[in-house]
């Protein structure tokens, strides 16, 4: 490999590198005036709005830092405006797709969870009793979450990529999606979830179809966590699972398309996978992932 693919999956890899340890100093400090308020005060809540805190200093510091210093060396062209514009019913459709991909996907590793029911834990993301925790909770997870790793996968790492192989692009940014959020639960929806945004964005040459459907995504899930009405939650369960039909029958579609998808997504010339990880940084960011995944079943366990 010449040192050109080496400079730029680097940059990519120290990105992403320097979000994970920007987030862990800001939550550390954070986190320690958060608890001895929390306990001084009694408003448990305050540790929810603290953390949404530290997320957000968090990404606008990495956003900053890697636009000034790492985006330019990937090389890669970041837009938000789509060269080619994709049809509204084309975007639902992949949408019904991947958001019903990922339901379906959940439900699975949820079922095998219940072998191991400790060995499986997500983030809690549930409401709480302050109004300010909840109102920094839905704006970080619908609004300043989805805008970040939008730009900072789907952008400076998927469009960095992109010149050696649109497949290849898409698999290394999935792959390291997934695995950004540390455990096995997300990490295996979110990968299917994050091919199919990576591929409207490819298709549109924008950031936005993947940003769009972020958003409604995260929005809907939040919208479950607020809902206490056990009619309107029953009438969310059977939409939820039209959409898991709806995804299925899709798919399907989908795999008779499969020689144009090989077509758009698959050169002769493209990268291999592990190419991407032909580099200190790359390494080093691949073994912090997969520790931190580690990590997080082993203080399920504990």
């Known amino acids: 490999m010449t040192d050109r693919p080496k400079r730029i999956f680097k940059?990519?890899?120290?990105?992403?590198?320097?979000?994970?340890?920007?987030?862990?100093?800001v939550s550390f400090a954070m986190l320690s005036i958060a608890y001895?308020?929390?306990i001084r005060t009694g408003n448990i809540g305050a540790i929810t709005a603290f953390s949404e805190i530290a997320m957000l200093v968090?990404?606008?510091?990495?956003?900053?830092?890697?636009?000034?210093?790492f985006q330019p060396k990937t090389e890669g062209e970041i837009r938000w405006k789509p060269i080619t514009p994709m049809p509204a019913k084309t975007m639902i459709r992949y949408y019904i797709l991947g958001s019903g991909g990922m339901m379906i996907l959940s439900m699975i590793v949820s079922l095998i969870s219940l072998l191991l029911p400790r060995a499986?834990?997500?983030?809690?993301?549930?409401?709480?009793?302050?109004?300010?925790?909840?109102?920094?909770?839905?704006?970080?997870?619908?609004?300043?979450?989805p805008l970040f790793e939008e730009y900072l996968f789907r952008g400076v790492c998927m469009m960095g990529l992109k010149r050696y192989g649109n497949g290849f692009s898409i698999l290394v940014t999935s792959f390291l999606f997934a695995l950004m959020h540390g455990n096995i639960p997300q990490a295996v929806p979110?990968?299917?979830?994050?091919?199919?945004?990576?591929?409207a964005d490819i298709r549109t040459g924008s950031l936005l179809p993947g940003l769009i459907f972020h958003i409604v995504n995260n929005?809907?899930?939040?919208m479950t966590l607020f809902i206490a009405q056990e009619s309107v939650l029953i009438l969310l369960a059977l939409l939820m699972l039209i959409v898991m039909i709806a995804a299925v029958v899709l798919f399907i579609l989908e795999l008779k398309q499969k020689a144009r998808y090989r077509a758009e997504l698959i050169g002769?010339?493209?990268?291999?996978?592990?190419?991407?990880?032909?580099?200190w940084a790359s390494i080093t960011l691949l073994v912090v992932l997969?520790?931190?995944?580690?990590?997080?079943?082993?203080?399920?366990l504990v």
Request: proline share 5%; net charge negative; hydrophobic share 60%.
């Open 11 to 25: 940059s990519i890899s120290i990105s992403i590198l320097l979000y994970l340890l920007i987030s862990l100093i």
């Open 36 to 38: 001895p308020f929390a």
């Open 58 to 69: 968090s990404m606008l510091i990495c956003w900053l830092l890697v636009r000034s210093f």
């Open 120 to 145: 499986f834990s997500t983030p809690d993301f549930s409401p709480t009793a302050d109004p300010l925790s909840n109102l920094l909770l839905v704006f970080t997870s619908v609004i300043a979450a």
């Open 190 to 199: 979110i990968f299917f979830f994050s091919l199919i945004l990576c591929y």
């Open 219 to 222: 929005a809907v899930a939040q």
């Open 268 to 279: 002769p010339y493209d990268f291999h996978f592990s190419a991407f990880f032909n580099n």
């Open 290 to 300: 997969i520790i931190s995944m580690a990590l997080n079943v082993i203080a399920s």
